[in-house]
């Protein structure tokens, strides 16, 4: 299990110059390599929306780490919650409605 910051995609990163923040695939390939089961990406930068037809979007994040990362990939929301448990499993703890 790794949780990490993914603040841009590495094409926003170049294009804002920006080397002090890690990108979706920097993450993901090193996720990838070791191998982890589970990759957790957080700290996203506001320019992502939420919604998958504004850009740049928030899926542009994860469209980018799964072309590298092929187990399972979460991408945090301010006050999600996540388990995991003794045996391994993570999961995502539904919302309380």
Do not use: C, W
């Amino acid at each position: 299990m790794l949780v990490h910051k993914a603040t841009y995609t590495k094409e926003m990163a170049q294009k804002t110059g920006d080397v002090g923040h890690s990108y979706a695939k920097e993450v993901a390939t090193f996720a990838e390599s070791v191998p982890l089961p589970n990759l957790l990406l957080t700290h996203f930068s506001p320019r992502y929306q939420l919604n998958p037809h504004a850009s740049p979007s928030i899926e542009d994040i994860r469209k980018e780490a799964q072309s590298v990362y092929s187990s399972s990939l979460y991408l945090a929301r301010d006050f999600d919650e996540f388990t995991l448990s003794k045996s391994g499993h993570f999961s995502e703890v539904a919302e309380n409605v």
